[in-house]
């Protein structure tokens, strides 16, 4: 059983940068692969970014370049580093952990990027 919590989100203006942070309990964190997905007003949820247990990276093409997800297995923790924030990004974050699929997720974290 893995449990996330999700924090840094909150309103900034276009340009502006913000750092989520999703810390995990459990003691076998480094070994699940996570994701930072979001979700708009009236929109599906996406992947944003995904960091592997071996730290392969992915990121979706209209937030690469400007956001960085890490991880910090000593934590427990992994985080989207997000900068040139644009109003298109305003959605609720959430982070994910799984091993062959995301199974576990957090509350998630608005974000509001005003113009």
């Known amino acids: 059983q893995v449990q996330l919590a999700e924090s840094g989100g909150g309103l900034v203006q276009a340009g502006g940068s913000l750092r989520l942070s999703c810390a995990a309990s459990?003691?076998?964190?480094?070994?699940?692969?996570m994701g930072w997905f979001r979700q708009a007003p009236g929109k599906e949820r996406e992947l944003v970014a995904r960091?592997?247990?071996?730290?392969?990276?992915y990121y979706a093409e209209s937030v690469k370049g400007r956001f960085t997800i890490s991880r910090d297995n000593a934590k427990n923790t992994v985080y989207l580093q997000m900068y040139s924030l644009k109003p298109e990004d305003t959605a609720v974050y959430y982070c994910?952990?799984?091993?062959?699929?995301?199974?576990?997720w957090g509350q998630g974290t608005q974000v509001t990027v005003s113009s």
């Open positions: 960091i592997s247990s071996s730290g392969s990276l």
């Open positions: 459990g003691r076998t964190f480094s070994s699940y692969n």
């Open positions: 994910a952990a799984g091993i062959v699929q995301y199974g576990y």
